[in-house]
């Protein structure tokens, strides 16, 4: 069973910076794909960042982008996600994802797991 767990969060003033890190525990980390989302009150989850499963490609929020680095570390089997120049929009509750996709023979089975979540505020 994969669990997940967000470590890192807290408040910062706008302009700083903060490290955010995603632990996997459980088999074959090497073959997920992992992503950061973030939720805001009152809106809905959105994507921040994704990194492919052999780290091999990055993607970003245009929100983020040039702000925002995700890697992926096999060695401690975590997903940092370093933030620079925080803006107080991107005050959230930042979720760490995993996903999987299996090709079986009655086609793909896809397993996809979720952290708890972590409180970023940037205060202005």
């Known amino acids: 069973q994969v669990q997940l767990a967000e470590s890192g969060g807290g408040q910062v003033q706008a302009g700083g910076s903060l490290k955010l890190s995603c632990s996997f525990s459980g088999p074959s980390f090497i073959s997920y794909g992992m992503s950061w989302f973030r939720q805001s009150l009152g809106k809905v989850r959105e994507f921040v960042a994704g990194i492919t499963w052999n780290g091999g490609r990055t993607y970003y929020a245009d929100s983020v982008k040039g702000r925002f680095t995700i890697s992926k570390d096999e060695a401690t089997m975590t997903v940092p996600l370093q933030m620079d120049n925080l803006k107080d929009e991107d005050t959230a509750v930042f979720y760490c994802?995993?996903?999987?996709?299996?090709?079986?023979?009655?086609?793909?089975?896809?397993?996809?797991?979720w952290g708890q979540g972590i409180q970023i505020t940037v205060a202005t």
């Open positions: 994802d995993a996903v999987y996709a299996a090709v079986v023979v009655s086609g793909v089975d896809v397993y996809d797991y």
